[in-house]
T-cell receptor, first 116, second 112 residues
Framework: NAGVMQNPRHLVRRRGQEARLRCSPMKGHSHVYWYRQLPEEGLKFMVYLQKENIIDESGMPKERFSAEFPKEGPSILRIQQVVRGDSAAYFC??????????????FGDGTRLSIL | GESVGLHLPTLSVQEGDNSIINCAYSNSASDYFIWYKQESGKGPQFIID?????DKRQGQRVTVLLNKTVKHLSLQIAATQPGDSAVYFC???????????FGTGTRLTVIP
């Protein structure tokens, strides 16, 4: 399967714990995007990364949320001290070249985060 | 535009009929549009895209129409099949944007 891989598919955390969501882009893709989706709503952009660089984090809350895409390994979205409002589906997408190149983003199947 | 609201618009069609799903966008600067299909528990799946220098594009059983004058996008699915049942999202982007902006979505239900 050469698609975007996300894990875990489901993650349960208690309030105050940390959540780590991983994303491996499609082979040959070096651009990664994270989106968040609440039930019955569309996806909302959080952050756009290239290898070792955050390009745009305008959609990501300043507190408790961080993202990285290291030279080796998957992209990580990290949520510290989770609260109930963080419960959502988090999707990762990748593209082969930049977001302004009229190339579609290809999505993984998401991580469903539930906060107890 | 950004998605709002608690309830998805719904469309029910008979198997074999054609489906038309509509999307209004708000940013006149948007120049790239994508339709995605999202099945329950899955991520958005790319269907077809169109740039603003075109007004129609066809794929296999799908056609996207773009009307820039009224900022309207539609997805036509020919001979709708049960496997087409899903939520369909339009997404837009504009020069300088680093991300896609998703619409509210439409739930398509195909009646066998």
């Amino acid at each position: 399967n050469a698609g975007v891989m996300q894990n875990p598919r489901h993650l349960v955390r208690r309030r105050g714990q940390e959540a780590r969501l991983r994303c491996s882009p499609m082979k040959g893709h070096s651009h990664v995007y994270w989106y968040r989706q609440l039930p019955e709503e569309g996806l909302k952009f959080m952050v756009y990364l290239q290898k070792e660089n955050i390009i745009d984090e305008s959609g990501m809350p300043k507190e408790r949320f961080s993202a990285e895409f290291p030279k080796e390994g998957p992209s990580i979205l990290r949520i510290q001290q989770v609260v109930r409002g963080d419960s959502a589906a988090y999707f990762c997408a990748s593209s082969p070249i930049g977001s302004q190149s009229y190339q579609p983003q290809h999505f993984g199947d998401g991580t469903r985060l539930s906060i107890l | 535009g950004e998605s709002v609201g608690l309830h998805l618009p719904t469309l029910s069609v008979q198997e074999g009929d054609n489906s038309i799903i509509n999307c209004a966008y708000s940013n006149s600067a948007s120049d790239y549009f994508i339709w995605y299909k999202q099945e329950s528990g899955k991520g958005p799946q790319f269907i077809i895209d169109i740039r603003s220098n075109m007004d129609k594009r066809q794929g296999q059983r799908v056609t996207v129409l773009l009307n820039k004058t009224v900022k309207h996008l539609s997805l036509q699915i020919a001979a709708t099949q049960p496997g087409d049942s899903a939520v369909y999202f339009c997404a837009e982007s504009y020069p300088g944007a680093n991300n896609l902006f998703f619409g509210t979505g439409t739930r398509l239900t195909v009646i066998p």
